[in-house]
């Protein structure tokens, strides 16, 4: 969910909230750094992150994210069905991390309804956020 803009992200969660009972529990598996609110850790996590990426890709990186969309876009056979997404997608649009910040997600499922809001599991930037609705 860290494509989506702020606006929106907003909007899930409190749609979100709508369907959830209280007491419910609402987990994220995402990248979401904490640059905004503490940038040493955010470079710390970030560290952590390179780091495990060099061990797990010593012999090189496969495509990344945009990368593979390209890949899809110049292929003629799925021509079609790359702008059917276009059209149809917010995901199209993604240009990056839009709302990555842990602080969005934190103030936006609180503003939605949840109460405790935490990060369950962590390693560098990719975290499970865990929120509680109230």
Aim: aromatic content about 6%; glycine content about 8%; overall charge negative.
């Amino acid at each position: 969910m860290h494509w989506l803009p702020e606006p929106r992200l907003r909007e899930v969660y409190r749609e979100l909230a709508t369907v959830l009972r209280p007491g419910a529990v609402f987990l994220n598996g995402d990248h979401l750094s904490v640059d905004d609110t503490s940038p040493a850790l955010g470079r710390l996590e970030r560290a952590v992150h390179e780091r495990q990426e060099a061990r797990r890709f010593e012999s090189g990186r496969p495509e990344d994210w945009r990368q593979w969309w390209e890949a899809i876009a110049a292929d003629p056979a799925l021509a079609e069905a790359e702008m059917l997404r276009a059209e149809r997608s917010e995901a199209a649009a993604h240009n990056g991390s839009e709302s990555g910040e842990l602080s969005t997600h934190t103030a936006a499922l609180r503003d939605a309804g949840f109460g405790e809001i935490g990060t369950l599991w962590q390693r560098g930037h990719d975290r499970l956020l865990c929120a509680i609705r109230l």
